[in-house]
């Protein structure tokens, strides 16, 4: 049987870059917590603890005095900047800089959508970090859309600008685009901007490639991540010997009877040493 690793697996570049300056921060003798867990895997998470990096909830983040403090690379709402500043608190803040753009680009919109009574609408999933991080450059205004029974939160006789939170699908913002345009009416002042990152949409014909190579796929992800579960479901639609794992003991040795090739790929917030992991894991069994 032979295992190979999807070459374009791996972190993404913003979580490389976050991963990378808690480490650094560590290595220099700091005491560093993540506001919230620096990636969406709980083994990269556990390892990361183990060197030493510490992480507050948001609900205590408000009583944390004196301490260094990272911001993930989803990045947060300018509230918790000021609550920072109050408390004397030092941030490093290792926000992916595609998401600060997007921060910027929606503040900016606010501003315009508020001389013009419109409203700001984001793809993406109520609750998700870098969503609310969004949300506070609004005054938490903008209306959040994942699905077709949310459009009812949209005023359509108002001008409307669309972004996407950086981890939807491509073919989801598509989607919920058209639905709005065919609720317009002819006069209505509608802009779209496609902001989901390139780091996810690029990965998807490259997946489509690897998951139609092999036999069977193993699809490496924490359970919290939404990149993981959109790009799993890629692969299952492709290739239906497609199996979700969260670590190396959740491989089931009756996915690979008589099974020549298998495929491992993962998230983007799945570390290559995982994948590493799982298949000399499935090479051994
Ligand atoms: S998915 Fe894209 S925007 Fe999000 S952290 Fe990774 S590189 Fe940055």
């Known amino acids: 049987m032979v295992v190979t690793i999807d070459p374009s697996a791996g972190f993404c570049f913003g979580v490389v870059r976050a991963v990378k300056t808690a ?3 560590i290595l220099q003798g700091r005491q560093l917590s993540s506001l919230g867990d620096l990636v969406h895997n709980e083994q990269e998470v556990r390892r990361l603890n183990k060197i030493g990096l510490r992480s507050v909830t948001p609900e205590k983040f408000e009583n944390i005095q004196n301490q260094t403090i990272l911001i993930r690379a989803h990045g947060e709402p300018p509230e918790t900047f000021k609550t920072a500043k109050r408390n004397n608190v030092t941030l490093i803040d290792a926000t992916c800089p595609i998401v600060t753009r997007l921060q910027q680009r929606i503040a900016e919109s606010h501003v315009e959508m508020k001389e013009r009574g419109g409203q700001v609408l984001i793809y993406g999933k109520q609750g998700h970090p870098e969503v609310t991080g969004l949300l506070g450059y609004t005054d938490g205004e903008a209306v959040v859309i994942k699905e077709e029974k949310d459009l009812g939160n949209i005023d359509f006789s108002r001008p409307l600008r669309l972004y996407s939170q950086t981890t939807m699908s491509r073919e989801g913002f598509e989607e919920i685009k058209e639905k709005i345009s065919a609720l317009l009416d002819g006069h209505s002042d509608f802009k779209a901007y496609n902001t ?4 996810i ?4 014909p490259l997946l489509i490639d690897f998951a139609g190579q092999h036999d069977v796929i193993i699809f490496v992800s924490g359970k919290k991540s939404s990149n993981g579960k959109y790009l799993y479901g ?3 639609e492709v290739n239906p010997a497609s199996y979700f794992i ?3 003991d959740d491989i089931n040795e009756s996915w690979f009877e008589n099974v020549k090739t298998v495929g491992v790929s993962g998230a983007t917030s799945t570390p290559v040493w995982m994948l590493e992991e799982v298949a000399e894991a499935i090479t051994n069994k």
């Open 246 to 248: 969260s670590a190396k």
């Open 196 to 199: 989901v990152c390139g780091q």
């Open 234 to 236: 890629i692969c299952k």
């Open 23 to 25: 480490e650094n921060e």
């Open 201 to 204: 949409s690029g990965r998807v």
